[in-house]
């Protein structure tokens, strides 16, 4: 069966750093939440102040992104027909191994308290032989070639203009991946440019990383026939 692989590369999905573990505004949070200030998710909704002086700080603190990417990515047709690998991999080199079968959490407290459980144990259920999601630690250039990916699509606003559809007609080869940024503000590090085979933009202008990850699975859809559902 052909499978469309999505990763979501250099997603702004951590638990707090080391570095501002003591901050007031970190301290206050957990505290309110009853959990260590390691144990918590960095939010820059939540945690601005005290991530000032973090090193790439715009690129950092949004899980938002990854639960919208998540649910838009999940409970698409694609997903349901099988067709779609959808992985996760963050600004910590971590990758996240998501069972196409999970239902995310549609609130996003418990998305958060979800993936602060994952970061923290590793796997949700904790105590699971088959996980809903799973961690390791890999670099974009382990996980292509973990996944024995041979072309890696990059998509962002500073490549060449083509459709959407020409991008599923290349992600459903069967040895490529599609590589989204999963951050609000920046570029790609380095790695990632040195593992795209080509670098392509589906729209003149920035557009959100869930708005892109929807479009190009809307695109696979139509390619792979999922609503063919008339007899000819
Ligand atoms: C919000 S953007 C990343 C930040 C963006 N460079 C900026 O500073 O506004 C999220 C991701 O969506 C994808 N993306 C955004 N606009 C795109 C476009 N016009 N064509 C293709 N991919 C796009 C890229 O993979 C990008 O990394």
Same mark, same amino acid.
């Given at each position: 069966?052909?499978?469309?692989?999505?990763?979501?590369?250099?997603?702004?999905?951590?638990?707090?750093?080391? #570095?501002?573990?003591?901050?007031?505004?970190?301290?206050?949070?957990?505290?309110? *939440?009853?959990?260590?200030?390691? #144990?918590?998710?960095?939010?820059?909704?939540?945690? /601005?102040?005290?991530?000032?002086?973090?090193?790439? *700080?715009?690129?950092?603190? *949004?899980?938002?992104?990854?639960?919208?990417?998540?649910?838009?990515?999940?409970?698409?047709?694609?997903?349901?027909?099988?067709?779609?690998?959808?992985?996760?991999?963050?600004?910590?080199?971590?990758?996240?191994?998501?069972?196409?079968?999970? *239902?995310?959490?549609?609130?996003?407290?418990?998305?958060?308290?979800?993936?602060?459980?994952?970061?923290?144990?590793?796997?949700?259920?904790?105590?699971?032989?088959?996980?809903?999601?799973?961690?390791?630690?890999?670099?974009?250039?382990?996980?292509?070639?973990?996944?024995?990916?041979?072309?890696?699509?990059?998509?962002? #606003?500073?490549?060449?203009?083509?459709?959407?559809? #020409?991008?599923?007609?290349?992600?459903?080869?069967?040895?490529?991946?599609?590589?989204?940024?999963?951050?609000?503000?920046?570029?790609?590090?380095?790695?990632? /440019?040195?593992?795209?085979?080509?670098?392509?933009?589906?729209?003149?202008?920035?557009?959100?990383?869930?708005?892109?990850?929807?479009?190009?699975?809307?695109?696979?859809?139509?390619?792979?026939?999922?609503?063919?559902?008339?007899?000819?």
């Amino acid at each position: 069966m052909v499978k469309v692989r999505i990763v979501l590369v250099e997603s702004a999905l951590e638990l707090v750093p080391r #570095e501002i573990i003591n901050h007031p505004a970190v301290v206050k949070n957990a505290r309110r *939440r009853g959990k260590r200030p390691s #144990e918590v998710l960095l939010d820059v909704s939540i945690h /601005y102040a005290a991530m000032k002086n973090l090193p790439n *700080r715009f690129k950092r603190g *949004r899980p938002d992104i990854v639960h919208i990417s998540l649910l838009n990515a999940l409970s698409s047709p694609l997903n349901i027909e099988g067709y779609l690998e959808f992985y996760i991999h963050t600004i910590q080199d971590q990758v996240i191994f998501v069972n196409p079968k999970m *239902r995310p959490p549609r609130d996003y407290r418990r998305f958060i308290g979800l993936m602060e459980q994952l970061l923290v144990t590793g796997k949700v259920p904790p105590d699971s032989d088959e996980p809903l999601m799973y961690i390791k630690t890999l670099t974009v250039k382990d996980l292509v070639k973990k996944l024995n990916i041979k072309h890696v699509i990059l998509l962002s #606003e500073k490549g060449e203009l083509v459709t959407p559809d #020409e991008v599923a007609s290349l992600a459903i080869r069967g040895d490529t991946a599609i590589f989204i940024g999963g951050f609000a503000h920046g570029d790609f590090g380095r790695e990632v /440019y040195e593992v795209a085979s080509d670098i392509l933009a589906i729209y003149p202008k920035p557009l959100d990383a869930w708005i892109v990850v929807s479009r190009i699975i809307e695109a696979c859809e139509r390619k792979l026939k999922v609503y063919s559902f008339r007899l000819e």
